[in-house]
């Protein structure tokens, strides 16, 4: 199955109004396993990008096309977003609950599951006005994998978050996906973060946005923002996409 | 509970009061308390009082689910569709304007002086209040959270139940208080105006004798059974709802 496309992405074009293009012409493949983080400048249309790849704006001109065996996945797609955006109405094991399909009685137990893995264990039944900043992104976390999609969207999940928080939920993220594998499309603005996290990292170019460029992280293991081959990747990918990097 | 003590203090305050004035004027324009409590005790043994009572009652709540059914209706409308808003407004405005006495009168004579009439009067009396309170809340309902549906695949009837709606119980509560009071106090007129039984056509009848005492007794137990069901339904409602709200 490695090396297997699950997502081909050819955007021809894709605006709000007609006079200002937000993507045009984008394109491409990602593999089953994959990680992949996409990065450019502010304001390229990222967030728009990972909009039509959820399937949240279908008002665009090209195909988002997901090969994955739909008898065992109950979701195409998983996805974080830059706020936890938890319905403040339910508790954390409900807001779990809410996305799975199916027997209740089983999704019961693969919640509860879900939550000591993000270590929310004893926070099951507190609502989220009742859990700090932290425990709620990783509640959002906890919700994105419990239904273990195949497809995983993150768009700037660790964003406005303080650097120890911000490095615990890379590490969390890292960890879940070891178990289910999924493939992750992770948008950041951050390079440092897409270096040490990802497998790929594809850069846009500003409006009307493309993929200009792609990179591939040769690190396998032991990734942390602070390792120096970070820093070297980042200090070479600067240099060669200086117009792209803030 | 010093709240509640401070609340009982008064209430007993006024009933003292009320009984001392009563005692020095000596006059049937004013009866006691004790002489109410009396007559209360006197219609309830001869049976009239509970079955004008539940007459009564039975009206309120016809009246009042109607409203809030339609009103809510047509305010989540009006809310989530700009196009219904402005279709919609004229007419509301209009409704909201006309007095409660007009559309009584006109509901006797266009649908004759039926149990059918009397509830459409009250509940067209209510209906555009309830829209209006309903409408300002579908419109500060929370795009973010039904993209979270969307990209969690919810189905409708979760999304309606479980991300739409909860947003709007606040307004639906306040909607339904605020309902209760104006709408117990219409049935009494409709009553009295074209009904041949229930509080309001009793109290007219007390009325024609001048018989204080009476209707101050039904007055007090109409009084109690509203307040009964503020204490019993809409607070535990109310206390339900702002567990999860901030």
């Known amino acids: ?246 | 509970m010093s709240g509640t003590l401070i609340r009982a203090t008064c209430l007993a305050a006024l009933l003292v009061v009320w009984q001392v004035v009563a005692t020095w004027l000596n006059d049937p324009i004013l009866p006691s308390p004790i002489a109410v409590a009396d007559k209360i005790v006197e219609h309830f043994n001869q049976g009239e009082l509970l079955s004008h009572l539940g007459i009564t009652l039975l009206r309120v709540f016809a009246a009042f689910f109607i409203a809030m059914a339609v009103g809510s209706i047509v305010g989540i409308l009006m809310g989530a569709s700009k196009t219904t808003d402005s279709a919609l407004d004229g007419i509301l405005v209009l409704a909201l304007n006309i007095p409660a006495l007009v559309t009584i009168l006109l509901c006797y004579i266009w649908l004759g002086l039926t149990d059918v009439a009397a509830v459409a009067a009250v509940a067209l009396n209510k209906i555009p209040t309830v829209t209006v309170t309903l409408r300002e809340g579908a419109r500060a309902v929370d795009k973010e959270l039904l993209q979270v549906a969307k990209a969690f695949r919810l189905s409708a009837s979760k999304t309606l139940f479980n991300v739409y709606l909860p947003q709007l119980y606040p307004y639906l509560m306040a909607a339904s208080r605020n309902g209760l009071a104006l709408i117990w106090k219409i049935v009494l007129v409709v009553e009295l105006l074209g009904r041949s039984s229930g509080v309001g056509f009793q109290l007219g009848t007390f009325f024609q004798f001048f018989d204080i005492a009476s209707i101050l007794a039904y007055t007090v137990a109409f009084i109690v059974v509203i307040m009964l069901i503020e204490q019993l339904i809409m607070r535990p409602l109310d206390r339900r709802i702002a567990t999860w709200r901030v």
């Open chain 1, 1 to 246: 199955m490695e090396g297997l496309t699950i997502l081909d992405v050819q955007i021809d074009e894709k605006f709000y109004v007609p006079e200002s293009i937000i993507l045009e012409g984008l394109k491409f493949k990602v593999n089953k396993g994959e990680i992949v983080s996409i990065t450019g400048p502010s304001g390229c249309g990222k967030t728009t990008l990972l909009n039509l790849l959820a399937g949240l704006d279908t008002n665009f001109k090209g195909t988002v096309a997901k090969n994955f065996n739909q008898a065992t996945a109950t979701h195409d797609i998983g996805m974080v977003f830059q706020q936890p955006r938890l319905m403040p109405w339910l508790t954390a094991i409900e807001n779990l609950l809410l996305v799975m399909k199916g027997d209740r009685q089983e999704n019961l137990e693969i919640c509860e599951q879900k939550l000591t893995q993000v270590g929310l264990q004893d926070a099951r039944n507190y609502f989220p006005h009742q859990m700090s900043g932290g425990m709620q992104r990783r509640l959002s976390m906890a919700r994105a994998f419990v239904i273990e999609p195949p497809i995983l969207l993150l768009d700037e999940p660790f964003i406005s978050i303080d650097l120890a928080t911000a490095n615990k939920q890379r590490k969390l993220l890292l960890t879940l996906c070891e178990e289910t594998k999924p493939l992750v499309i992770l948008v950041t603005h951050d390079l440092r973060e897409a270096i040490s996290l990802s497998d790929r990292i594809l850069f846009m170019c500003n409006s009307p946005s493309k993929v200009v460029g792609e990179y591939r992280v040769q690190l396998k293991t032991n990734r942390d923002l602070n390792d120096p081959r970070v820093s070297d990747i980042y200090t070479e990918l600067t240099t060669k996409f200086s117009s792209l990097t803030e």
